[in-house]
């Protein structure tokens, strides 16, 4: 049994009319497909998630599974606000064969202990989303942190700079693609 | 509620003062630019990363189980229970099942290096403060558990205890001898640190009514364990999201509605107490019975985003991996406590005295390895 309360998925279903409609994450089928056809035989494309559904804590470890699209993540982050919800982290995967970045975010309720996980996709090439520093300050570090390892940008952040890495630190390193730079003593 | 006035009225000329990288007060490696008013903060920026070590990407780059020394190593001070998360979200994805008497075991090695990492934060706290003694007596205790502890698995600190589906080896002899006999001993001592310390009149007045972190200000920033606790609001992993047997243990979550340094420290005596009464109810309960589930040769996660948590000694560690279904892991993340608790020190220092914010900042009880992983 999902613990997540009723009327929090609801207000997510409402919230999110087009979520129910439109597919969630369509990768660039024709780009896509061009690279993976010389590669090896196209896995069968698995069915789409439902955009936003009661999970199983005790198998996944979080309670509501929400995706939305890339311009409404303020707006979820507002809606869980109002909740009292408390932000647990913000992270981003890469998905390189999708040619898109997932931006993670996860929330907790202290008193209910509740967690709701929302997720989105925005393309690899313009990795651009909006900063939910202004709703919860603590967004600020986890953002700079994502942003320095995926170099994904948040847009209005308040002071993005390097958190973790060296300000003269070149490339993104949680990239698929990235390769460590050579050891400089051995460079000729 | 407030002792000291918080803002200054004095001319407006501020001065840089840089504290840290290496600074004692700043327990590890981290930098803070302070913008000084006199004895006012004005502002405080963290600088961050001096020791990073990628242990994300490591997690990417080597099979499920391989990774599992890592996760003992970003919090040196709560081995255990990082270990006990990662394993956690491996049984969870794979719904393996972990045999009773590991369970129990892992209970009873998490409470002890809780113990353990309190006594630390405790002494090195009140070296912060100024106080020298403090700290000998509390490593005199930390002592014995290390000594347990290093009987049991070998380490003294970067423990890799806990396997997924169990545990490396069944307790050693005398373990559970030696345990019944430093709850017995360290009972009276933890007394006797309040005699010495909490009542004392001088410790009362650097930290009661200093460095106000409110529950408004946990929920906006992500901060957890003692900090949220002290903050009036009982939120412990180990009752919201129950793992392992704590749902069978009785013990209370340690709160204290002050808000202030004095609460946090008060939460976290509170919390060794407690920690003893489960390590008690685990040792009379603890049943026979192997130490390892059936696991299969070769680990594969089914596809899928699994997260799990763990109450760990500052707060809540979780690790989050993203499967596609191979033999390593596309994407391990971990949330570490001290990265949310530290990154209100901006806001919470601003207006404190210097020597004030060192004191709020002790009570952060920060791991810095823990913040740069």
Redesign the interface.
């Known amino acids: 049994m999902s613990r997540c309360p009723d009327h929090l998925f609801e207000r997510f279903q409402e919230l999110f009319p087009t979520m129910d409609t439109e597919n969630p994450a369509p990768p660039e089928a024709s780009a896509g497909a061009e690279n993976e056809a010389d590669t090896a035989e196209p896995p069968p494309p698995p069915p789409p998630p439902p955009p936003c559904r009661k999970t199983e804590f005790a198998k996944v470890g979080y309670d509501l599974d929400a995706i939305v699209e890339p311009h409404q993540i303020e707006e979820a982050a507002k809606l869980l606000d109002d909740e009292g919800f408390a932000i647990d982290m913000i992270t981003a995967v890469d998905w390189p064969d999708a040619e898109q970045f997932e931006l993670v975010y996860d929330f907790m309720h202290f008193e209910a202990g509740t967690r709701v996980c929302v997720r989105t996709r925005i393309p690899r090439d313009r990795p651009e989303i909006a900063t939910l520093s202004f709703i919860f300050p603590g967004a600020n570090w986890h953002e700079r942190e994502t942003a320095e390892f995926f170099g994904i940008q948040f847009t209005g952040h308040p002071n993005p700079i390097h958190l973790l890495l060296p300000d003269d630190f070149e490339g993104y390193p949680l990239r698929k693609d990235f390769k460590p730079p050579s050891d400089p003593l051995l460079k000729p | 509620m407030e002792l000291y006035p918080v803002q200054s009225t004095g001319p407006q000329e501020t001065f840089v003062l840089n504290l840290g990288p290496q600074h004692p007060a700043t327990h590890g490696v981290l930098r803070v630019k302070l913008t000084m008013d006199g004895e006012f903060i004005n502002e405080a920026v963290i600088v961050?990363?001096y020791v990073?070590r990628?242990h994300?990407?490591m997690g990417?780059n080597r099979p499920w189980d391989q990774f599992l020394p890592n996760t003992g190593r970003i919090d040196y001070l709560s081995a255990m229970m990082y270990t006990h998360a990662y394993v956690g979200?491996i049984e969870?994805a794979c719904?393996i099942e972990v045999p009773p008497r590991a369970e129990y075991i892992r209970v009873i090695t998490s409470e002890l290096n809780r113990i353990s990492s309190h006594l630390v934060w405790w002494g090195a706290f009140l070296l912060d403060l100024g106080g020298m003694t403090p700290l000998l007596y509390a490593f005199d205790d930390r002592e014995k558990i290390l000594d347990i502890l290093e009987a049991l698995t070998g380490a003294r600190l970067t423990y890799c205890y806990y396997r997924v589906g169990g545990l490396a080896e069944d307790l050693n002899e005398g373990f559970v001898e030696d345990v019944r006999e430093f709850v017995k001993e360290f009972r009276p001592r933890l007394k006797m640190f309040r005699r010495l310390v909490s009542e004392n009149i001088i410790f009362r007045k650097r930290v009661e009514g200093i460095g106000i972190i409110d529950?408004e200000m946990?929920?906006?920033?992500?901060?957890t364990g003692p900090m949220?606790r002290g903050a009036g609001?009982p939120?412990d992993v180990r009752?919201?999201?129950p793992y392992s047997v704590y749902p069978e243990l009785d013990f209370d979550v340690a709160v204290d509605p002050a808000a202030d340094s004095m609460a946090r420290y008060k939460v976290r005596m509170e919390e060794m107490e407690q920690s003893l009464r489960i390590i008690e109810q685990c040792l009379d309960r603890l049943p026979d019975g192997p130490v390892m589930g059936k696991v299969p040769r070769k680990l594969k996660l089914p596809?899928?985003?699994?997260?799990?948590?763990t109450e760990a000694a500052r707060g809540?560690f979780?690790v989050?991996v993203?499967s596609t279904g191979k033999p390593v892991a596309?994407?391990v993340?971990l949330?570490t406590p001290c990265?949310?608790n530290l990154?209100?020190f901006e806001?919470a220092a601003r207006g404190l005295m210097l020597a004030d914010g060192i004191a709020m900042m002790g009570s952060l009880d920060l791991v810095i390895p823990d913040i740069?992983?």
Not at chain 2, 303 to 309: I, K, L, P
Request: glycine residues 12%.
């Open positions: 961050a990363g990073h990628e994300e990407k990417e979200v969870r719904g529950a946990c929920r906006k920033y992500g901060a949220i609001i939120y009752r919201a999201e596809e899928g985003d699994f997260c799990y948590a809540r979780e989050r993203v596309h994407r993340r949330r990265f949310g990154s209100l806001e740069d992983r």
